[in-house]
């Protein structure tokens, strides 16, 4: 609700109204006429002849440059990024080399493993291997290339 001493702003509306020109003369296209050839003579006697040189448009203003150059800006930022990153790359270049060493490790340990085990079944302490029959060669007699015990 709005307060009792808040009273609404009187509206003004604007309609545009076209401006009365008076008649204008009709425009009639206007050739250049031929460019003006001047002639300056030298100190020593030449003449140079050429056309004037007549600016085109008006120079851009100079604009101040900034206190500081955008190129110390983005070189003193490539610097800050630079550093980061090579901070980065010591720290993975450590985590390589610990790598390799746990992988070199973890081989050297499967070797040991594997040749123990190799180790056992070659020098096993049981007197008698399961698979195959042995054969006492000197108690046994040839006959007509048969074997005999």
Known sequence: MPHPDHRPAA??????????HPP???LAPVQPGPPVVQSIVLPDGR???GYPLTPESTPVPVQPRPAVSRTAVNIA???LGFGA???????????IA???AFITQLITLAAVIFGGWIAAQIFG???HR??????NIRKAVIKRNHFHS
């Open 98 to 100: 610990a790598l390799t």
């Open 125 to 127: 302490a049981t007197g």
């Open 47 to 49: 003449v140079i002849t």
């Open 77 to 79: 930022l490539g610097g």
């Open 11 to 20: 509206i003004e509306v604007h309609h545009p109204q076209p401006l009365a």
């Open 85 to 95: 990153v090579c901070g980065g790359l010591a720290l993975l270049t450590t985590f």
């Open 130 to 135: 399961d698979a195959g029959t042995t054969v």
């Open 24 to 26: 204008a003369a009709p």
